[in-house]
């Protein structure tokens, strides 16, 4: 999301709550990932 970075660049505000969103997906992307691998790790 380069051009939603550069748009909001000169808020702080807007910034950090972008942040925390992404910060948010990349947790729950990488819990999901987990959950994947242990998952097919218990199957085998």
Do not use: D, Q, T
């Not at 380069?2 to 729950?28: D, G, Q, S, T």
């Amino acid at each position: 999301m380069p051009v939603l970075f550069k748009n909001y660049h000169w808020c702080p505000v807007n910034y950090l709550k972008i942040m925390k969103y992404a910060l948010f997906i990349e947790l729950r992307g990488f819990l999901g990932i987990l959950g994947l691998l242990s998952a097919s790790g218990k199957r085998r």
